[in-house]
């Protein structure tokens, strides 16, 4: 079963705007990652946050982290048509040792 | 270069015949595993290995097999496929450190059974 479910599952901006993907996961986890992917391609990782970190960031990448309310949330700034991708949250389970993976958010970034 | 490759990269084959997709990686990586991707449903883990012959169940892993004889490779197993196992599957790798840990994907094999 699908641990992590992303919000909105499509979003189209303009380049130059802020885009905000979330991310809701149901049981507890030892990390949160996120994921990119071009269309019909590997996945790509992104950024890690672990249970413990509220806040972290790469570049025009910042995560936030909400354990209380089982969330996260990526938000990529000043966002350019090479963002264009399908984005997925990864769950990191703590009594397990698989991954699940939500069905993502198709970003579309229009130039 | 550090990187997980898959072959084949495409395959059509028909109900019944047996078929496996390797999956190798050169980074060393005690993490692999393997995931199918469908329309709306993400990616769905089929099996995972913590080490050389350490394997254990994903979500979805029924009509599958897997074997980790070696570290770097994983490969997988579809002993009789039927048409609901078309789709795209992708294998991963990673090191294992304090349970935290990024995946690196292979390309993926897109895979039709007719």
């Known amino acids: 079963s699908q641990q992590g479910e992303e919000d909105p599952q499509a979003l189209s901006i303009q380049e130059g705007e802020n885009a905000t993907m979330n991310c809701s996961y149901k049981?507890?986890?030892?990390?949160l990652q996120w994921y990119r992917q071009n269309s019909g391609r590997g996945l790509v990782h992104l950024i890690l946050i672990r249970s413990n970190e509220r806040e972290k960031h790469s570049g025009r990448l910042r995560v936030t982290l909400d354990t209380s309310k089982k969330s996260s949330s990526l938000l990529i700034t000043a966002s350019r048509a090479a963002d264009t991708a399908s984005y997925f949250c990864?769950?990191?389970?703590?009594?397990?040792?698989?991954?699940?993976f939500g069905a993502g958010t198709r970003l579309t970034v229009k130039p | 270069e550090a990187q997980v490759t898959q072959n084949p990269r495409y395959l059509i084959t028909v109900t019944g015949k047996k078929l496996t997709v390797t999956c190798s990686q050169n980074?060393?990586?005690?993490?692999m595993s393997w995931y199918r991707q469908d329309p709306g449903l993400g990616l769905r883990q089929i099996y995972y290995?913590?080490?050389?012959?350490?394997?254990d169940k994903g979500d979805v892993p029924e009509g599958y097999k897997v074997s980790r004889k070696e570290k770097r490779n994983f490969p997988l197993i579809l002993e009789s496929p039927s048409p609901n196992q078309t789709s795209l599957y992708f294998c991963a790798s990673s090191f294992i450190a304090d349970l935290s840990y990024e995946q690196y994907f292979g390309p993926g094999t897109r895979l039709t059974v007719t």
């Open positions: 980074m060393n990586h005690e993490y």
């Open positions: 290995s913590m080490n050389v012959e350490v394997t």
């Open positions: 990864a769950t990191g389970l703590r009594n397990n040792n698989d991954m699940r």
């Open positions: 049981t507890s986890i030892n990390n």
